[in-house]
């Protein structure tokens, strides 16, 4: 939780952006916040298994934070 609060703390579209809906499965929430021009996707899984989301017309991203700690991009 702290990195996430970290998170939060420096990048301003979680914070004050604007809240988008995703498409996603039924165990899983996603949604965009942009602010500034800046865009951050937030994909929640809440299900058991492992889920991938097409981010279609969202283009590319990189992973800011994983409870997969082997996951992100750090």
Do not use: C, K, W
């Not at 996603?24 to 058991?48: C, I, K, Q, W």
Request: proline share 4%; charged share 25%.
């Amino acid at each position: 939780y702290r990195r996430l609060i970290a998170l939060r703390r420096i990048t301003p579209a979680l914070a004050a952006g604007s809240y988008t809906p995703v498409a996603a499965a039924s165990d899983v929430l996603a949604y965009l916040r942009e602010h500034d021009g800046r865009s951050v996707l937030v994909v929640l899984n809440f299900g058991p298994e492992a889920r991938t989301i097409e981010l279609g017309a969202l283009g590319r991203g990189r992973v800011m934070l994983s409870t997969q700690l082997d996951s992100a991009d750090d």
